[in-house]
């Protein structure tokens, strides 16, 4: 079955410390990866993609299929970083409608 | 583009009252999600539309939850009658249907039922 595993609730660091949000998932093909961000009371915005192998924000998120992970990380945490962070799989097996599973989510608190 | 546009973006009522909420998903995408979000249980998917057929509904807590999407810019989610337990943000997404492709999210609907 087709899950993504974010085994934090909450990931409290202070500022100018490194961050790493994880994720793992299961997925039996070749997987299609994205991290979303959610500031207080806003939507879920797009972060990246690891298709893109971009950083977004400082952040960058690495493909593992060995460890079937695609954490997310960032050298220096800044305050406005301080959001939810949910990791997101394409779920091929909907017959490509577009289907993402998502993780649990994970509220990423940066203390001054 | 507008984004995905929802709307309300508040709702307050009392239980037992009808709670419709819209969506109007981004012009040229075919699939369309509804998702609840509460503390207690995250991000929970709904139901989703592809081509304006609703494809999975397994998500849809009880009888009492209903969606629609009569053409490719328009969907309603109905909660008839609502209870307090309904009390979530609702989320609306759409994407284009292929497999690497992100869903874009409108900025929910905060409903309250009193």
């Known amino acids: 079955a087709q899950r993504v595993t974010q085994p934090e609730k909450l990931l409290s660091v202070f500022k100018g410390a490194p961050v790493e949000l994880k994720c793992n998932y299961s997925?039996?093909?070749?997987?299609?990866l994205f991290w979303y961000v959610q500031y207080s009371r806003q939507r879920l915005q797009l972060l990246l993609r690891?298709?893109s192998r971009e950083s977004i924000k400082g952040f960058t998120a690495d493909l593992n299929k060995g460890e079937t992970s695609f954490h997310l990380k960032k050298p220096f945490a800044q305050e406005e970083d301080s959001a939810m962070y949910y990791c997101?799989?394409?779920?091929?097996?909907?017959?490509?409608?577009?289907?993402?599973?998502f993780g649990q989510g994970t509220t990423l608190q940066v203390k001054p | 583009d507008a984004g995905v546009i929802q709307s309300p973006r508040h709702e307050v009522t009392e239980m037992g009252q009808e709670v419709t909420l819209r969506c109007k998903p981004i012009?040229?995408?075919?699939?369309l999600f509804w998702y609840r979000q509460t503390m207690m249980r995250g991000l929970e998917l709904l139901i989703y539309?592809?081509?304006?057929?609703?494809?999975?509904d397994s998500g849809m807590p009880e009888d009492r939850f209903s969606a629609k999407m009569p053409n490719a810019s328009f969907s309603t989610l109905k909660i008839q009658p609502s209870e307090p337990r309904d009390s979530a943000v609702y989320f609306c997404?759409?994407?284009?249907?292929?497999?690497?492709?992100?869903?874009?999210f409108g900025d929910g609907t905060r409903l309250s039922i009193l």
């Open positions: 997404a759409s994407t284009q249907s292929a497999i690497n492709q992100p869903q874009h």
């Open positions: 997925y039996s093909g070749s997987p299609e």
């Open positions: 690891h298709i």
């Open positions: 997101a799989l394409s779920a091929s097996n909907s017959g490509n409608t577009g289907k993402l599973i």
């Open positions: 012009s040229g995408h075919n699939s």
């Open positions: 539309f592809n081509n304006n057929v609703p494809i999975d």
